[in-house]
C-alpha cells in the first residue's frame, strides 16, 4: 500500500474559525511532511516530523500548528487564518528524509473566506 | 534559494523528445523528479544521489551533475500521459529538507 489518504479534500472556513486537517500512511515512513501550494506554484515546505519528532519548522505562522500523534498520523490545526492561507495543503511521507522517495496525499483545497 | 528549471514550458506531439533541466545555487546531495497534473498530487519519478549518476526506466531518464549543480530529465517518445508540469526537488548536505524547483508544464497534443 503507497497510499497517503487526507481529508477533507475540500474545507471552506472563516477567519475566526478553528479547523484540523488530517493525514495518514501505512507504509512505515518515518518523515512526514506538510507543504503549502499555491497555484501554478511549487510546493512549498511548512514542517517535518521525523520519528514523530518535529526537525523543521519553515518559520511558519503559529496560526498553523502540526501535530504527529504517531507515526502514520499527522495533523494540521488551523486558527485564525488570513485569506492568503487559502491554498492546496499537501501531506507527504518517506522512508526517512532527504534521500528518499516522498509519496504525496491528494491534498486538502483550503479556501479562508 | 530555489532551484530554477528551464524551459517554464515545453509544447510537444506525440512521440518528441524534450530535455528539463534543473539548475541550483547550492551543492546538492540528491535530486528529486516529480510530475503533477492539474488538480492531482506530485507523483514521485525518480531519485538522483550520486554525481555523474544516470538513471531511468522506460522512456523517462535523468542525470545529476553534482559538480555543476544541474541535473536534467529526458523524456523520448513523449506520450499524452507525459503532459503536466514537472518538479525537481533537491536536497543539500546541511540540511534534511527538499526544496522543489520553479517547474516546467509540458503539454503534449496528439
Known amino acids: 500500500d503507497t497510499e497517503v489518504t487526507q481529508t477533507p479534500k475540500h474545507l471552506v472556513m472563516g477567519m475566526t474559525n478553528k479547523k484540523s486537517l488530517k493525514c495518514e500512511q501505512h507504509m512505515g515512513h518515518r518523515a512526514m511532511y506538510w507543504y503549502k501550494q499555491k497555484a501554478k506554484k511549487p510546493p512549498e515546505l511548512m514542517f517535518v516530523?521525523?520519528?514523530?519528532?518535529?526537525?523543521i519548522n519553515e518559520s511558519v505562522p503559529s496560526r498553523f500548528s502540526p501535530e504527529c500523534p504517531n507515526s502514520s498520523l499527522l495533523n494540521l490545526h488551523l486558527h485564525a487564518l488570513q485569506p492568503e492561507d487559502s491554498a492546496l495543503y499537501l501531506c507527504?511521507?518517506?522512508?526517512?528524509?532527504?534521500?528518499?522517495?516522498?509519496?504525496f496525499g491528494p491534498g486538502t483545497r483550503l479556501t479562508v473566506t | 534559494q530555489q532551484p530554477v528549471q528551464s524551459p517554464q514550458a515545453v509544447i510537444l506531439r506525440e512521440g518528441e523528445d524534450a530535455v528539463i533541466n534543473c539548475s541550483s545555487s547550492k551543492a546538492l546531495y540528491s535530486v528529486h523528479w516529480y510530475r503533477q497534473k492539474h488538480g492531482e498530487a506530485p507523483v514521485f519519478l525518480m531519485i538522483?544521489?550520486?554525481?555523474?549518476e544516470q538513471k531511468g526506466h522506460d522512456k523517462i531518464s535523468a542525470s545529476f551533475n553534482e559538480k555543476k549543480q544541474q541535473s536534467s530529465l529526458y523524456l523520448t517518445a513523449s506520450q499524452l500521459s507525459y503532459s503536466g508540469t514537472y518538479f525537481c526537488g533537491t536536497g543539500s548536505y546541511n540540511t534534511d529538507k527538499l526544496i522543489f524547483g520553479t517547474g516546467t508544464r509540458l503539454q503534449v497534443f496528439p
Open positions: 516530523y521525523s520519528y514523530e519528532k518535529l526537525s
Open positions: 538522483l544521489l550520486k554525481g555523474g
Open positions: 507527504a511521507s518517506s522512508q526517512a528524509e532527504t534521500s528518499y522517495e516522498q509519496y
